[in-house]
């Protein structure tokens, strides 16, 4: 990292720098957090494992949309990025009904005040994806947003241009994911302007953290799946009783352990590329 770089924010798992008036790089760590709480307890390689593909995604959607993405950095967990004014929602797209969207079908057979088919079952593919995009909370939680609050943060036209390109990208990854049997869920997404008033695709994209990922094998509606993403952690924080405020548990060796077995699973088998590979040469996830 050039001596010049200047910390200017964390984040619960990444840190980021300023290199110049128009490029940042984004530091991956391995830190984990669940229920926006940061574990005591790091997953060796995770942070590289989102990083890698997050670039693997931004190399092959460029034409659907433009990314922040400049550089990968040696170290496999830092990216060199544009400047981008951050628009202030969280962009997530829903494919199958489950976490926080089953809940609040359940109770009002809506999700972001999108109305559902009656009668669907947890984890069921829906009619078609859907766009529910929520607040972006600096503490606690991120709310959901219907779309005349969306609208009211980011206006009609920047709302259906965000909306466009959110269930563009889904469909693009779903697609590939599928074909590596696995099942893409749901995602979240961010995006910035540039100097241009163009939107441009930011942050991390269709990686474990961001996005629910499940295997094809064994999917069954009706229940909750088994799944690549942090659930795995999540599960087991809860198991303990514990209130989810700070400060969060330790994690024994064999949940670390689990958890980092997934990761590079979710990496391996989307990518088609090993992570041995990616450690030695992290550009081979952008050819």
Request: aromatic share 10%.
């Amino acid at each position: 990292m050039p001596e010049t770089a200047l910390h200017v924010a964390s984040g619960k798992v990444r840190e980021l720098f300023a290199l110049d008036e128009d490029r940042l790089l984004l530091v991956a760590s391995d830190r984990i957090s669940v229920f926006d709480v940061v574990l005591p307890t790091e997953i060796p390689d995770k942070g590289r494992v989102l990083t890698g593909l997050s670039g693997f995604w931004f190399a092959r959607t460029s034409e659907i949309v433009p990314n922040h993405l400049l550089a990968l950095r040696e170290d496999g967990r830092s990216t060199e990025c544009k400047r981008l004014e951050m628009l202030p929602i969280e962009c997530v797209v829903r494919g199958y009904i489950t976490g926080s969207g089953w809940k609040d079908y359940k109770a009002t057979g809506q999700v972001c005040g999108e109305t559902l088919p009656p009668d669907l079952k947890e984890s069921e593919k829906l009619p078609e994806p859907i766009f529910t995009p929520t607040t972006k909370a600096h503490t606690g939680h991120d709310e959901p947003l219907d779309r005349g609050g969306a609208v009211a943060l980011v206006g009609e036209e920047r709302f259906e241009e965000l909306k466009k390109a959110s269930i563009e990208l889904y469909l693009f990854v779903s697609d590939y994911a599928a074909k590596r049997g696995i099942i893409l869920a749901d995602t979240k997404l961010e995006f910035g302007v540039d100097h241009d008033g163009q939107i441009v695709l930011a942050d991390e994209i269709f990686t474990p953290d961001s996005s629910r990922f499940w295997p094809a094998a064994g999917f069954t509606p009706g229940r909750s799946q088994p799944s690549f993403d942090k659930q795995y952690v999540r599960d087991y924080a809860e198991s303990l009783g514990w209130d989810k405020t700070p400060p969060g548990p330790e994690l024994p060796d064999k949940v670390v352990t689990g958890s980092r077995r997934r990761y590079l699973e979710a990496f391996e088998r989307l990518t088609g590329i090993s992570f041995s590979d990616y450690a030695a040469d992290p550009q081979v996830v952008l050819k």
